[in-house]
């Protein structure tokens, strides 16, 4: 009787066994032993002032193709701590390593944000980069006004806006007039304080950083983007002919230095 008893529980626990391992195989689940896919990197991108997340609308497609996951933020421009909150739940939301990507004014917001251990790189576009205790006016005070900045409007609110002649002619020069109208259209306002707000502890200080610089940018000029760089130890794209938005008129080479931050990371 104990004979069979134990005849049976041997066959039972052999058909479960198969049972089990037919399920593992029909799941895809083969238990402790399998190896799981490696955690994606993620670009996280932001926008600068008088723009927003379509801003990366061509930049996009071309870090997904190549296996990065994106992830486009959208800035309420009210404060630069506002700001910032809204890049650190981005970046804390991922799974793996970030790669921070700030344009114009993002740039301030990535240096303030990306302190993050989960902040592997930033990525700067035609960008501002304070250090500790810097804003966008310490930055730029001591040099005079571009003729640009005539074409701003400051709403009863202290929202800063560009006229669409201005938007066309000295921010998106180079992209198409339609895409670029549309642009203008659909501008963020900035608030006038937020270019005082000033950076507490500066990421790049403790993140490889990388500097694409449009070559006839008319909004921050290409050599006080060169000193930014030389100041913070940015590997430097120079685009030529690229102006602020380089990343709208010439996005595969804005792409490939954010891939060439990802190569890093991935020991590529």
């Known amino acids: 009787m104990t004979s069979l008893f134990h005849k049976l529980l041997g066959r039972a626990l052999l058909a479960a066994g198969i049972v089990a391992s037919s399920a593992a195989m029909a799941t895809g689940h083969a238990g402790p032993a399998a190896s799981a896919l490696p955690t994606p990197t993620t670009a996280v991108l932001v926008h600068g002032a008088w723009a927003d997340g379509s801003s990366w609308a061509g930049v996009t497609p071309l870090l997904q193709r190549h296996g990065l996951k994106v992830v486009s933020v959208q800035l309420q421009r009210a404060s630069l701590g506002e700001d910032a909150a809204i890049v650190r739940r981005a970046v804390e939301a991922q799974a793996g390593p970030v790669i921070l990507v700030g344009h114009s004014y993002g740039g301030v917001v990535i240096t303030e944000a990306g302190?993050?251990?989960?902040?592997?790189?930033?990525?700067?576009?035609?960008?501002?980069?304070?250090g500790d205790n810097e804003s966008i006016d310490d930055l730029t005070k001591p040099y005079p006004a571009g003729a640009w900045q005539a074409g701003i409007i400051k709403d009863d609110a202290g929202y800063l806006t560009l006229r669409s002649s201005v938007y066309l002619a000295n921010f998106a020069p180079d992209v198409p007039a339609g895409e670029a109208r549309v642009?203008?259209?659909?501008?963020?306002?900035?608030?006038?304080?937020?270019?005082?707000?000033?950076?507490?502890?500066?990421?790049?200080?403790?993140?490889?950083?990388?500097?694409?610089?449009?070559?006839?940018?008319?909004?921050?000029?290409?050599?006080?983007?060169?000193?930014?760089?030389?100041?913070?130890?940015?590997?430097?794209?120079?685009?030529?002919?690229?102006?602020?938005?380089?990343?709208?008129?010439?996005?595969?080479?804005v792409a490939n230095v954010i891939m060439r931050a990802a190569a890093r990371v991935n020991g590529i």
């Open 115 to 130: 302190t993050s251990a989960k902040v592997v790189d930033l990525v700067y576009v035609d960008a501002f980069a304070p």
């Open 183 to 253: 642009m203008a259209t659909s501008q963020g306002p900035i608030f006038a304080h937020v270019l005082d707000d000033k950076v507490s502890h500066a990421a790049w200080k403790s993140k490889p950083s990388y500097f694409v610089v449009g070559s006839a940018d008319q909004i921050i000029p290409p050599a006080f983007q060169l000193g930014e760089a030389k100041r913070i130890g940015a590997q430097v794209t120079m685009i030529p002919d690229a102006s602020h938005v380089s990343m709208v008129s010439h996005p595969t080479a």
